[in-house]
Each structure stands twice: as structure tokens, then as C-alpha cells.
């Protein structure tokens, strides 16, 4: 099983979020997965330059996956936003021949052609391969958090491009999260979208959907919203602030990385987790996390 | 109702000029778009949309709109309003790329100048910078994280120049 690859962090983790990377590169370590720099990197894209130009996209991400397939190396992203372009492109480029010979046209300009030889994952993927690993570091555990899990869309949705989980019933991650003594808990709408790359086009709507998820995920009793992706972290830890419902009442969850509950059970260094930078108070669940 | 995008905001008392089977067909050589003419209004998309109460025009009745061949579809604000979560394309029961549909749909609005500004804004930003966001680097020494790695500008610019993002507009 693969342990070394080039890590593409994206545009939003090292913006607003470097506290999921320093966590993240904590529970490498432990694990003893390899992470390469990825030099070069720019932007995937995302959905965003999709939207605007898929023949831009295609190969601003086209770009990316063959920077890494000339030197050799498999690709890890912790951010769904950038795996779902990267693994999209990869599908498009796969499959229309068309296509991958346009990208390649602009791309024979850098020195550099796609061929697909280089596999694109999401760090909880990774994190999977090594659970039984994992299982065995729990030092610390969570008891009484209970995790309103939210995988996000791009990592299960297509599943034929993303390949990972169940799409209607996905459970891997959450096998992980109770790896650390927390329960992760069913809620309705667990698998609608944050709404946060609705952030672009309207605030309103985007803050609309957020306010239904975060109000089913405290009436299913979950006492901290747990992601995997820097988009969906900036619904629930930055658009969430002081955020109300109807009557006035806080919806306010704790939000914390997939990487920041692991790290925490497996005993790693704290300051390296970055808990500091959380922007919605961890205090309802600090004697349970041990902070 | 959302009042926050789009013109198209309803069909009552609307008339199409013109059906257009030509636009069904361009619709249809999209990325994705070629299952498009199996939709069978099953509304199965719709039912799971995370935006179907917060749109005017719901996706089942985007897909109808193809299939009559009505460009007004991209005035509609489902178009920019789409999440891209996938749950239509993830089970619609004809197998149909819908979500994938209206990214090219967002494509041919964009050209035509019917897009939220911010996407103009990030197609300027992503061309001067690489990135849509900057990394913050108080936080990235307090964590002790090295420098994010470099990138060359010039390549991005190349690459850019040579799909035409910044001329898109000018060519409709």
C-alpha cells in the first residue's frame, strides 16, 4: 500500500484553514505516510473555473496531475473541493480522447503531457488503508462527543468518478471517527451539501441551507460538527459566527477536522493540531476533548 | 423566492418564441449531455436538491426546458444556483450527467455575459495569481508550516492566454 505521495493543498487550507494541514502533517507522521511538496502547484480550479470555462479547467487541473505523473508520484489532497476537480479531470481526460488532446495541446507549451499514470486520492482514503494502525494508537479517548459528521459532496458524489464510499450510504470516515471513542451520530440531512460554493453567487442561499443543516445536526443531539474539507469548514467554523435560528437561538456547533479528533486520540502534540485557530468556541466539548 | 439571481422567475404567462431543436443538440454534445434526451420528468432530481424550495425554476423543469429546446433556460436562476453536490446526477434513474449538464450550461451563460460577478472577478484573480486565495502567513509560522511551494506565473498566464478565459466574453 502506497505511503508517499505529493500533497496538494489547495488554495483555502493554507488561507484559512492551515491548522487541517498542520494537523493533517501530525497524523502523517504518526502513520509514517510520506508527504511530499507538490512544487508547482496553482489552484485546481474547482468548480469555480469549471463553471466559467471546463476547457480552462481541464487543464489548469490537467497542469496539476501531470506535474506530479513527471516525477513520478501518486497525489493526496485533504480537500474535497480540489479531489473532486482533480479526480474529475482525471475521469474527462481518461475517457474523452478529445479532450485529453486539447489539454495536452496547451500543456506540450509547459513541457509537460498528461497520460494518467499518477493516482489521486483524499487523505481520509489514505487514512482508511490504515485504520487497524490507527486503532492501535488511540491513547486519549473521545467519550461523549457525539459528531455530526458532514463528508462533504466531492469525496462520494459521482461515485463512478469519485470511487471511494457508499454515495447514499457512506461509512468509512465514520468508522475512523469512532476510532477515537466518539460516536458518530445519523442526522437527515447528513448528506446535503454545506452550500458553500453557493458563497460566489449568493450569501443568502448559501446561508439558508447552512442554517437547516446546522439545526437538524443539534436536534439530532450531535454536540460538534466534524469535516474533511476546507470548503465546507468555512460554512460551519467561519459563515456559522454567530449565526441564529428563527427565535434567536444560537446554532453554533464546535467544528473541527477529521485530523484535529484523530490527533487528539492518538495523543499527538497539541500546538501541532492548531486547536487555537478554531473560530467557533470549543469550550461545550473542552473536558471531553481534554483541552 | 430567492430574489438574489437570475431574470427568468417564472411560466406564468410566459411564450416562447421559438423552440430550438438545435440548441437541444448543442446542449447535448456538453460534457455529460449524452443521455440528455432520456430525461423522462421522473422529477427525481428535483426531490433531492438541496435548492429545489429556494429556486423559481427547479432542475426537473431545466431538463424539460433543454429537451423543448428553449435557450431561455439560461436566464433561470437554477443555473447559478446549483450547488454542484451531484445528488441528481447520483441518482437520476436514466443515468443522466445532469449536474455535469449544467456546468456547460453555466459555461454558455457565462459567455454571454449572464453570470454572478464574482465569477468574472475569480476568472481576473485566478489569471494574476494562480490561486483564489492567498496563504496567511502569521498562521502558517505559528504552526511552524513551511512556505506553501512556488509556482511560476508565466505558465499559468500561458496556459490561460491559450484557452482564452479572459477573451470568453468578448467572442459571444
Given at each position: 500500500m502506497n505511503k508517499t505521495y505529493e500533497v496538494f493543498l489547495g488554495c483555502a487550507i493554507p488561507n484559512r484553514f492551515n491548522n487541517y494541514e498542520s494537523s493533517m502533517r501530525a497524523v502523517a507522521e504518526a502513520l509514517d505516510i510520506k508527504l511530499l511538496d507538490f512544487d508547482?502547484?496553482?489552484?485546481?480550479?474547482?468548480v469555480v473555473l469549471k463553471s466559467i470555462d471546463e476547457y480552462s479547467w481541464l487543464s489548469m487541473s490537467g497542469r496539476n496531475i501531470a506535474l506530479a505523473e513527471k516525477r513520478g508520484h501518486d497525489i493526496v489532497t485533504p480537500c474535497n473541493g480540489c479531489f473532486g476537480s482533480l479526480k474529475d479531470v482525471d475521469h474527462v481526460l481518461h475517457t474523452e480522447e478529445e479532450q485529453r488532446k486539447a489539454v495536452n495541446e496547451v500543456l506540450k507549451e509547459l513541457g509537460l503531457e498528461y497520460t494518467g499514470k499518477s493516482k489521486i486520492r483524499h487523505f481520509v482514503e489514505v487514512l482508511y488503508d490504515l485504520k487497524d494502525e490507527i486503532a492501535s494508537k488511540i491513547v486519549k479517548p473521545l467519550e461523549g462527543l457525539k459528531v455530526a459528521f458532514h463528508p462533504g459532496c466531492h469525496l462520494l458524489r459521482p461515485s463512478k468518478v469519485a470511487?471511494?464510499?457508499?454515495?447514499?450510504l457512506p461509512s468509512k470516515v465514520d468508522e475512523l471517527i469512532e476510532l477515537t471513542g466518539a460516536k458518530s451520530i445519523p442526522w437527515n440531512l447528513k448528506l446535503r451539501c454545506c452550500g458553500s460554493p453557493l458563497l460566489i453567487a449568493s450569501e443568502d442561499v448559501a446561508t439558508r441551507i447552512l442554517k437547516e443543516k446546522l439545526a437538524d445536526a443539534k436536534a439530532s443531539g450531535a454536540n460538534c460538527v466534524v469535516t474533511n474539507c476546507p470548503a465546507c469548514h468555512t460554512q460551519y467554523d467561519v459563515q456559522a459566527l454567530g449565526l441564529t435560528d428563527e427565535n434567536g437561538e444560537s446554532l453554533e456547533l464546535p467544528a473541527l477536522f477529521v485530523t484535529q479528533i484523530l490527533g487528539l486520540a492518538m495523543g499527538l502534540d497539541e500546538e501541532r493540531l492548531g486547536?487555537?485557530?478554531?473560530?467557533?468556541?470549543l469550550d461545550p466539548v473542552s473536558d471531553i476533548l481534554g483541552i | 423566492m430567492t430574489e438574489s439571481w437570475g431574470r427568468f422567475k417564472s411560466f406564468e404567462g410566459m411564450t416562447f418564441k421559438k423552440l430550438d431543436a438545435k440548441f437541444t443538440k448543442k446542449v447535448s454534445e456538453l460534457i455529460g449531455g449524452q443521455d440528455l434526451t432520456a430525461c423522462f420528468q421522473c422529477a427525481k432530481c428535483s426531490g433531492g436538491c438541496p435548492v429545489s424550495d429556494k429556486v423559481n425554476i427547479q432542475i426537473h423543469e431545466v431538463m424539460r426546458m433543454l429537451l423543448f429546446g428553449l435557450e431561455e433556460v439560461l436566464e433561470t436562476d437554477m443555473i447559478w444556483l446549483c450547488?454542484?453536490?451531484y445528488t441528481c446526477q447520483e441518482r437520476c434513474p436514466q443515468g443522466i450527467d445532469i449536474t455535469d449538464i449544467l456546468f456547460g450550461l453555466k459555461n454558455m451563460a457565462y459567455r454571454k455575459g449572464i453570470a454572478p460577478p464574482g465569477y468574472v472577478a475569480a476568472a481576473q484573480g485566478l489569471y494574476n495569481n494562480g490561486r483564489l486565495y492567498e496563504p496567511t502567513d502569521w498562521e502558517r509560522e505559528d504552526l511552524e508550516l513551511d512556505d506553501v511551494p512556488e509556482f511560476d506565473i508565466n505558465d499559468v498566464k500561458k496556459l490561460l492566454d491559450k484557452t482564452r478565459l479572459l477573451k470568453l466574453q468578448e467572442e459571444e
Open positions: 508547482g502547484a496553482t489552484c485546481c480550479g474547482t470511487g471511494f464510499d457508499d454515495p447514499e486547536l487555537e485557530l478554531d473560530r467557533i468556541s | 450547488t454542484t453536490c
